[in-house]
């Protein structure tokens, strides 16, 4: 019925007596109600749900006094008065509670994120390695009746969200909105897991940007972990899966020349970062957290990770902190490579560099061993700030026939240079850069290797990986767009798409086809250019937009959800 949801930056014009954002103070609530309209009145004094202290009955009224709160700052107030009924879960080894708080009638259709909200604490758990709860008291989530957007940022005992992100009817809800559930959810409990005003000492992250970025990646993570646990219908996704998500969703905001760095935004509260940039510190930092896990290995890459989140409970969390603490645990002469590259190095130079790069790839094929020539320069749709990048890129890549090949087990090695080469004996195949997909940037290779793979892509897709299968078409799509590759070679390799069965792939297709909307875009997309894709016998994305193609799911999912 009434409910508050504050800010940092807002909190104050709310209590306009104070105006220090910072100042902490004890605040007590009051309820005034009519006979006979009362209900059930709940109240969030920050670290519990207020207990009722007294009531009094005067001039008609039931005058309600609730318990006053600990000492909080103005934002850590929050207020929700409705006549809810609640449900509530416990996690497997810890004392953390979730409760679902919403209309009675109603709390079935929230039984499903309420399970699911005690997966995912079992699964932080499980990382974490220590018996610490997420939060020391419950966990609320009050199913709002209004069109919110999204869970608030800094609340981590009272969450509120609208009803239709929480509530699960299996004849309404689309695969799409229980995704953006499940994200929402799982995101929001990473937030409170990595630091919470509520600990006691406190864990302060020095820039918001990267701790959301890192609630982001471990929310990814954790979903993946769900899925592959058989949870869902999405029973063997890949985590890989979601890698691609993160990537792609950082591009289509990452390219404009206006975009700033990531660094720009140090001084920033998360919740004064403008919306259009959500994406990009959200997306991005965990792109570039999946992009050193590749790169460095995945086993490593946790050991390394939990360990500096368990070391820095009660104190303070930086970028370049916690990229001193990854180096320490992660480096050795193998991970060193040629030219002394660490993951700091890597980290540093994208969050200080806006945008991303493309590597053209050249292969001279009149040597041997074969020289693979790679040219870096900043990925614009338009034809404007074209100029070339120092990217500390992680390279691997996989070539056709690998009888002979010197770097394919394990490619590491980076590129910092606007041109690097390399001798590699391809044997007369191709070569596919970026292994998994899993490096923030994209690829386009000479006429003769396109070919090749497009040739593979017909005979036998399946020998390419899934995950670089997407890349490849997402990267099309976009060179495509970008004038950076002919209408006819793009058809020739996206042509194989009636034979693809794979979500991941076809989601890449989906959207890489939305990237020929681009405003400006190089390749000039007019009405009649999309009626050839549309109309081109051989040119699966066009069908699918219109129903001619039905891709079907590459994982065991129900028959329904298809």
């Not at 980290?347 to 560099?353: A, E, M």
């Not at 100029?387 to 026939?401: A, E, G, N, R």
């Amino acid at each position: 019925m009434i409910l508050t949801r504050l800010s940092r930056n807002h909190a104050k014009y709310f209590f306009p007596c104070f105006d220090n954002n910072r100042f902490e103070a004890v605040f007590k609530f009051k309820i005034n109600t009519i006979p006979g309209e009362r209900g059930m009145q709940y109240i969030n004094s920050s670290l519990v749900i207020a207990e009722e202290q007294r009531r009094m009955n005067r001039n008609n009224y039931i005058f309600i006094e609730y318990q006053p709160s600990p000492q909080v700052s103005l934002n850590e107030i929050g207020f929700v008065y409705s006549q809810f009924s609640n449900a509530s879960m416990r996690a497997r080894n810890t004392n953390d509670t979730i409760v679902i708080w919403a209309p009675g009638p109603t709390m079935i259709y929230y039984n499903y994120i309420l399970k699911f909200g005690q997966s995912i604490m079992n699964l932080i758990h499980e990382y974490s390695t220590i018996d610490r709860p997420i939060m020391y008291g419950p966990i609320n989530i009050v199913a709002v009746p209004s069109n919110l957007n999204g869970y608030e940022i800094g609340s981590w005992n009272l969450l509120t969200n609208g009803y239709i992100r929480l509530a699960y009817v299996p004849e309404l809800t689309s695969i799409r909105q229980l995704e953006k559930m499940t994200f929402e959810l799982t995101q929001q409990l990473c937030r409170i897991w990595l630091g919470n005003p509520g600990e006691h000492p406190r864990t302060t992250w020095k820039e918001e940007w990267f701790k959301e970025g890192v609630a982001t990646y471990f929310a990814y993570y954790f979903l993946g972990k769900y899925h592959h646990n058989g949870e869902s219908y999405k029973t063997g996704w890949p985590y890989g899966f979601y890698g691609l998500e993160m990537r792609h969703r950082a591009m289509l905001v990452d390219w404009h020349h206006s975009t700033p760095s990531l660094i720009n935004f140090n001084r920033t509260l998360a919740v004064e970062i403008p919306p259009r940039y959500t994406e990009l510190m959200t997306m991005k930092t965990a792109s570039l957290l999946w992009m050193v896990e590749n790169w460095i290995g995945t086993e490593k890459f946790h050991a390394a990770l939990v360990k500096y989140i368990n070391k820095r409970r009660g104190s303070y969390i930086s970028i370049e902190d916690f990229m001193i603490n990854l180096d320490k645990e992660t480096v050795e002469c193998f991970h060193q490579f040629f030219n002394g590259s660490t993951s700091s190095r890597v980290l540093d130079s994208w969050i200080h560099q806006s945008g991303y790069p493309v590597i053209n790839v050249e292969v001279f094929r009149d040597r041997s061993p074969n020289v693979i020539l790679l040219k870096q320069r900043k990925f614009m749709f338009t034809k404007e700030f074209r100029y070339d990048t120092k990217f500390l890129i992680p390279i691997s890549y996989v070539i056709q026939h690998n009888q002979n090949c010197y770097n394919c087990h394990q490619p590491r090695f980076t590129i910092s240079t606007s041109t690097y080469s390399f001798a590699e004996n391809l044997n007369g195949g191709w070569i596919i850069l970026n292994r998994r997909a899993s490096g923030y940037y994209r690829v386009n290779y000479d006429a003769d290797t396109w070919l090749l793979i497009a040739k593979t892509l017909q005979e036998n897709h399946l020998s390419i990986d899934e995950l670089n299968r997407a890349q490849i078409v997402s990267d099309v799509f976009a060179l495509y767009a970008a004038g950076d590759l002919s209408y006819e070679l793009a058809v020739e390799i996206l042509s194989y798409l009636d034979k693809e069965q794979s979500y991941a792939v076809w989601e890449s297709a989906i959207t890489g086809f939305e990237l020929l909307k681009i405003e400006y875009a190089a390749c000039d997309f007019t009405k009649a250019l999309y009626e050839e894709w549309q109309a081109g016998p051989r040119l699966s994305p066009g069908m699918l937009l219109h129903g001619f193609v039905r891709p079907q799911w590459s994982v065991n999912a129900e028959p329904d959800l298809v």
